[in-house]
């Protein structure tokens, strides 16, 4: 079978790429059709309509080994992808419906420097405009999902009790702590859950503040279980883990109180970002500057359609 092959985008307007995940078992192979789409803008010569208005959702994850060895089915031609992408889809698929969704590694043709730096202009706003951030930490272990699984019955019961979301970690606290012996027999358990959700390679990634701060919603998937990613922010604050800095700048980050309240709202000069982010990881050390730009305030910088032309030695 032939290899799929990417139709150019038009690198003069706000076009991008999506992918419809199609319906699935697990024992069925992946398969889905990638087609071009453009975010909704406004110019004095121009007005775009995303494509058809069609509701997506995109998804944040690490490549890990940057090897493309697995092959789906796209378009009805192979495409390879990484192992921990292919994983990721073996999870995210539906059994019942197809899934519309932005992924990095199929949507952008990765080996065209200029569209790459084209897409990379826009990711902020791609983010920004999904209906929800996906947000994959990988495969559960049985401490993860029952810390996933806590987590969720957590989220039903106080939406359930308030009908809406008290405005502090505090008051959540005093809630949880007010005589709730399920919450106390499991903390043990619970702490030790998250403490291996927040060691995955995901907290590491410099681009997870592109994607998780533009975020308007976001859930968090490990395995089987999904969360929502303003209760997951505010768990390890309740269990008083002690949280590395870079890891808890991307919690500050998730939408909800947690983003509301913390340095995010207030800070978002370069300098801070450095400080919060140093300890953070990329493939290309270019990302590790571009990333942090894309979100500085008030900032004056090269367009980042001319980003990966430069040299690491130039930046």
């Known amino acids: 079978m032939a290899t799929y092959k990417y139709t150019p985008i038009n690198l003069e307007e706000p076009s991008f790429r999506l992918v419809r995940l199609n319906k699935g078992w697990p024992s069925d192979d992946i398969q889905c059709e990638i087609f071009h789409a453009w975010r909704p803008i406004s110019t004095d010569d121009h007005s775009y309509e995303t494509d058809a208005g069609v509701p997506y959702e995109a998804l944040s994850y690490t490549w890990g080994d940057t090897e493309m060895k697995v092959d789906i089915r796209a378009n009805g031609f192979i495409m390879k992808i990484t192992t921990n992408l292919y994983v990721a889809l073996q999870h995210l698929r539906s059994k019942t419906e197809d899934r519309i969704l932005w992924i990095d590694a199929i949507c952008i043709d990765q080996t065209n420097q200029k569209e790459r730096g084209h897409q990379v202009r826009q990711m902020g706003k791609i983010y920004h405009d999904a209906t929800n951030v996906i947000i994959w930490l990988g495969k559960a272990t049985s401490t993860t999902d029952f810390a996933m699984k806590l987590t969720e019955a957590l989220h039903t019961k ?26 106390t027999d499991a903390k043990p358990i619970l702490s030790e859950g998250y403490r291996d959700l927040l060691s995955r390679p995901w ?8 994607e998780v701060a533009n975020a308007r919603k976001a859930t968090v998937v490990c395995g089987e279980r999904t969360v929502s990613a303003r209760t997951f922010a505010l768990i390890p604050s309740l269990l008083k883990l002690d ?10 980050l998730m939408p909800g109180i947690s983003r509301e309240t913390s340095w995010w709202s207030e800070a978002q ?8 982010f140093q300890d953070s990881k990329s493939t290309d050390p270019r990302d590790h500057v571009y990333a942090l730009l894309g979100n500085v ?16 030695t130039s930046i």
């Open 158 to 183: 106080v939406i359930h009790i308030r009908g809406d979301w008290r405005p502090s970690v505090e008051l959540w606290t005093q809630w949880l702590t007010g005589g709730n012996t399920t919450w």
């Open 297 to 312: 305030r008030h900032k004056r910088m090269v367009h980042t359609s001319e980003w990966y032309s430069f040299h690491m």
């Open 243 to 252: 949280v590395l800095g870079n890891c808890q700048a991307v919690l500050d």
């Open 269 to 276: 000069d370069l300098r801070t970002l450095l400080i919060k």
């Open 203 to 210: 907290f590491e990634r410099v681009w997870v503040l592109q």
